[in-house]
Protein backbone atom coordinates (compact mmCIF):
# COMPACT_ATOMS: atom_id res chain seq x y z
CA UNK A 1 0.00 0.00 0.00
CA UNK A 2 1.32 3.45 -0.75
CA UNK A 3 1.90 6.22 1.95
CA UNK A 4 2.91 9.09 1.70
CA UNK A 5 3.38 10.95 4.95
CA UNK A 6 4.00 14.55 5.30
CA UNK A 7 5.72 16.67 8.02
CA UNK A 8 7.60 19.48 8.86
CA UNK A 9 4.74 22.28 8.87
CA UNK A 10 4.03 24.90 11.79
CA UNK A 11 3.63 28.36 12.56
CA UNK A 12 6.02 30.65 11.08
CA UNK A 13 6.15 34.26 10.24
CA UNK A 14 6.41 35.75 6.94
CA UNK A 15 10.32 36.18 5.43
CA UNK A 16 11.49 32.91 7.70
CA UNK A 17 11.93 30.01 6.31
CA UNK A 18 10.64 26.38 6.63
CA UNK A 19 11.28 23.01 5.38
CA UNK A 20 9.11 20.18 4.80
CA UNK A 21 9.22 16.55 4.05
CA UNK A 22 7.48 13.66 2.82
CA UNK A 23 8.24 10.20 3.93
CA UNK A 24 7.58 7.50 1.04
CA UNK A 25 6.50 3.75 1.48
CA UNK A 26 4.89 1.02 -0.10
CA UNK A 27 6.53 1.85 -3.62
CA UNK A 28 9.89 1.73 -5.56
CA UNK A 29 10.28 5.54 -4.89
CA UNK A 30 12.79 5.80 -7.71
CA UNK A 31 10.81 4.64 -9.93
CA UNK A 32 8.22 7.85 -10.08
CA UNK A 33 8.07 11.66 -10.05
CA UNK A 34 6.84 13.53 -6.61
CA UNK A 35 4.54 16.36 -6.39
CA UNK A 36 3.68 19.25 -3.67
CA UNK A 37 0.35 20.38 -4.39
CA UNK A 38 -1.17 23.41 -1.78
CA UNK A 39 -4.56 24.35 -1.16
CA UNK A 40 -5.28 27.34 0.71
CA UNK A 41 -8.19 27.05 3.80
CA UNK A 42 -11.68 26.79 1.61
CA UNK A 43 -9.83 27.76 -1.64
CA UNK A 44 -8.89 24.73 -4.83
CA UNK A 45 -5.98 22.78 -5.54
CA UNK A 46 -2.59 24.16 -6.64
CA UNK A 47 0.46 22.24 -7.97
CA UNK A 48 3.60 24.14 -6.32
CA UNK A 49 6.12 21.94 -7.61
CA UNK A 50 7.29 18.69 -9.24
CA UNK A 51 10.90 16.87 -9.58
CA UNK A 52 11.38 13.74 -12.01
CA UNK A 53 12.64 10.54 -10.78
CA UNK A 54 16.46 11.21 -10.84
CA UNK A 55 16.13 14.98 -9.77
CA UNK A 56 16.69 16.06 -13.66
CA UNK A 57 13.72 18.03 -14.22
CA UNK A 58 11.98 20.28 -11.89
CA UNK A 59 9.27 22.73 -12.39
CA UNK A 60 7.50 25.39 -10.01
CA UNK A 61 4.37 27.53 -10.22
CA UNK A 62 5.51 30.95 -10.49
CA UNK A 63 3.89 31.97 -7.61
CA UNK A 64 6.68 29.78 -5.58
CA UNK A 65 9.72 30.19 -8.51
CA UNK A 66 12.67 31.56 -7.12
CA UNK A 67 11.41 31.24 -2.84
CA UNK A 68 10.62 27.29 -3.11
CA UNK A 69 13.10 24.47 -3.40
CA UNK A 70 12.24 20.67 -4.17
CA UNK A 71 14.40 18.06 -3.86
CA UNK A 72 14.92 14.18 -3.30
CA UNK A 73 16.53 12.01 -1.65
CA UNK A 74 15.77 8.37 -3.55
CA UNK A 75 18.06 6.19 -0.70
CA UNK A 76 15.85 7.86 2.09
CA UNK A 77 12.82 7.80 0.08
CA UNK A 78 12.02 11.01 0.91
CA UNK A 79 10.63 14.04 -0.71
CA UNK A 80 11.51 17.70 0.44
CA UNK A 81 10.48 21.43 0.18
CA UNK A 82 12.39 23.94 1.28
CA UNK A 83 10.62 27.14 1.51
CA UNK A 84 11.77 29.86 1.86
CA UNK A 85 11.28 33.90 2.06
CA UNK A 86 7.63 32.86 3.23
CA UNK A 87 4.60 35.08 2.33
CA UNK A 88 1.25 35.52 4.15
CA UNK A 89 -0.29 33.59 0.76
CA UNK A 90 1.42 30.90 1.27
CA UNK A 91 -0.72 29.41 4.19
CA UNK A 92 -2.33 26.51 3.15
CA UNK A 93 -2.42 22.78 3.47
CA UNK A 94 0.69 20.83 1.87
CA UNK A 95 0.57 17.97 0.14
CA UNK A 96 3.25 15.08 -1.28
CA UNK A 97 1.43 14.07 -4.58
CA UNK A 98 3.00 10.40 -6.12
CA UNK A 99 3.34 11.09 -9.77
CA UNK A 100 1.96 8.24 -12.22
CA UNK A 101 5.11 7.96 -13.73
CA UNK A 102 9.61 9.41 -13.99
CA UNK A 103 8.77 12.37 -15.66
CA UNK A 104 7.38 15.47 -14.09
CA UNK A 105 4.33 15.69 -16.68
CA UNK A 106 2.07 13.28 -14.55
CA UNK A 107 -1.36 12.51 -12.85
CA UNK A 108 -1.44 12.45 -8.97
CA UNK A 109 -1.87 8.87 -8.45
CA UNK A 110 -1.67 8.94 -4.16
CA UNK A 111 -1.84 11.78 -2.04
CA UNK A 112 -0.72 12.52 1.48
CA UNK A 113 -2.43 13.68 4.44
CA UNK A 114 -1.03 17.03 4.10
CA UNK A 115 0.63 18.68 6.40
CA UNK A 116 -0.59 22.46 7.30
CA UNK A 117 1.61 25.86 6.76
CA UNK A 118 0.62 29.50 8.57
CA UNK A 119 2.35 32.39 7.94
CA UNK A 120 1.50 34.99 10.24
CA UNK A 121 3.44 37.35 12.12
CA UNK B 1 -0.20 29.48 -19.54
CA UNK B 2 -2.62 26.87 -19.10
CA UNK B 3 -6.10 27.57 -17.90
CA UNK B 4 -8.68 25.09 -17.00
CA UNK B 5 -11.97 25.85 -16.56
CA UNK B 6 -14.47 23.82 -14.70
CA UNK B 7 -18.50 24.34 -14.25
CA UNK B 8 -21.05 25.03 -12.38
CA UNK B 9 -18.89 25.97 -9.81
CA UNK B 10 -21.64 24.24 -7.20
CA UNK B 11 -24.22 21.23 -8.52
CA UNK B 12 -27.18 20.54 -6.65
CA UNK B 13 -28.19 17.42 -6.94
CA UNK B 14 -30.56 14.67 -5.30
CA UNK B 15 -29.42 11.54 -4.23
CA UNK B 16 -29.99 8.65 -7.37
CA UNK B 17 -29.77 11.42 -9.73
CA UNK B 18 -27.12 11.57 -12.46
CA UNK B 19 -24.44 14.80 -12.06
CA UNK B 20 -23.04 16.23 -15.27
CA UNK B 21 -19.89 17.79 -14.30
CA UNK B 22 -17.62 20.14 -17.01
CA UNK B 23 -14.00 20.64 -17.38
CA UNK B 24 -12.87 23.14 -20.26
CA UNK B 25 -9.07 23.36 -21.01
CA UNK B 26 -7.64 26.94 -22.63
CA UNK B 27 -5.71 24.55 -25.02
CA UNK B 28 -5.36 21.14 -26.30
CA UNK B 29 -4.66 18.81 -23.57
CA UNK B 30 -5.43 15.64 -25.97
CA UNK B 31 -6.24 12.95 -23.22
CA UNK B 32 -4.07 13.41 -20.42
CA UNK B 33 -6.77 14.89 -18.00
CA UNK B 34 -7.25 13.40 -14.39
CA UNK B 35 -10.33 14.05 -12.41
CA UNK B 36 -9.95 14.16 -8.36
CA UNK B 37 -12.82 13.93 -5.45
CA UNK B 38 -11.93 15.85 -2.31
CA UNK B 39 -14.26 15.54 0.76
CA UNK B 40 -13.72 17.42 3.22
CA UNK B 41 -11.19 17.41 6.00
CA UNK B 42 -9.48 14.70 3.27
CA UNK B 43 -7.06 14.93 0.83
CA UNK B 44 -8.29 14.91 -2.77
CA UNK B 45 -8.47 10.38 -4.58
CA UNK B 46 -7.69 10.20 -8.36
CA UNK B 47 -11.06 9.06 -9.57
CA UNK B 48 -10.43 9.21 -13.22
CA UNK B 49 -6.90 9.67 -15.88
CA UNK B 50 -6.54 9.33 -19.01
CA UNK B 51 -10.01 11.27 -19.14
CA UNK B 52 -11.93 7.95 -19.16
CA UNK B 53 -10.28 5.54 -17.18
CA UNK B 54 -11.33 4.73 -13.75
CA UNK B 55 -8.84 4.66 -11.23
CA UNK B 56 -8.25 1.43 -9.32
CA UNK B 57 -11.09 0.66 -7.12
CA UNK B 58 -13.60 3.39 -8.59
CA UNK B 59 -17.28 2.17 -9.18
CA UNK B 60 -18.46 2.27 -12.36
CA UNK B 61 -21.03 4.76 -12.01
CA UNK B 62 -18.26 7.53 -12.33
CA UNK B 63 -17.24 7.60 -16.13
CA UNK B 64 -14.97 10.24 -18.03
CA UNK B 65 -15.70 11.65 -21.35
CA UNK B 66 -14.06 14.44 -24.04
CA UNK B 67 -10.78 15.01 -25.24
CA UNK B 68 -8.48 18.05 -26.65
CA UNK B 69 -10.17 21.04 -24.91
CA UNK B 70 -13.84 19.57 -23.38
CA UNK B 71 -14.10 16.85 -20.52
CA UNK B 72 -17.23 15.54 -19.06
CA UNK B 73 -17.15 13.92 -15.71
CA UNK B 74 -20.20 12.01 -15.39
CA UNK B 75 -21.37 10.51 -11.63
CA UNK B 76 -24.51 8.32 -12.86
CA UNK B 77 -26.85 8.01 -10.02
CA UNK B 78 -25.25 9.94 -6.72
CA UNK B 79 -24.70 8.11 -3.66
CA UNK B 80 -24.36 9.76 -0.35
CA UNK B 81 -20.91 9.16 -0.16
CA UNK B 82 -20.57 11.24 -3.75
CA UNK B 83 -21.23 14.42 -2.44
CA UNK B 84 -17.57 16.36 -2.00
CA UNK B 85 -15.75 18.84 -4.56
CA UNK B 86 -14.35 17.66 -7.83
CA UNK B 87 -11.33 19.05 -9.37
CA UNK B 88 -9.82 18.49 -13.04
CA UNK B 89 -6.33 18.08 -13.76
CA UNK B 90 -4.13 18.13 -16.76
CA UNK B 91 -0.82 17.00 -17.13
CA UNK B 92 -0.07 17.49 -20.93
CA UNK B 93 1.70 21.12 -20.56
CA UNK B 94 4.11 22.13 -17.50
CA UNK B 95 5.13 23.97 -15.92
CA UNK B 96 2.44 24.44 -14.39
CA UNK B 97 0.38 21.10 -13.93
CA UNK B 98 -3.04 22.98 -13.61
CA UNK B 99 -5.79 22.48 -11.95
CA UNK B 100 -9.51 23.77 -12.29
CA UNK B 101 -11.48 25.34 -9.91
CA UNK B 102 -13.46 22.87 -8.58
CA UNK B 103 -17.09 21.45 -8.66
CA UNK B 104 -19.05 21.35 -5.46
CA UNK B 105 -21.71 18.67 -5.24
CA UNK B 106 -24.46 19.06 -3.15
CA UNK B 107 -27.44 17.71 -1.74
CA UNK B 108 -30.36 19.14 -3.35
Known amino acids: EVQLVESGGGLEQPGRSLRLSCAASGFTFDDYAMHWVRQAPGKGLEWVSGISWNSGSIGYADSVKGRFTIARDNAKNTLYLQMNSLRAEDTAFYYC??????????????WGQGTLVTVSS | EMVMTQSPATLSVSPGERATLSCRASQSVGSNLAWYQQKPGQAPRLLIH???TRATGIPARFSGSGSGTEFTLTISSLQSEDFAVYYCQQYNNWPPLSFGGGTKVEIK
Open chain 1, 97 to 110: AKGNRIAVASRFDS
Open chain 2, 50 to 52: SAS
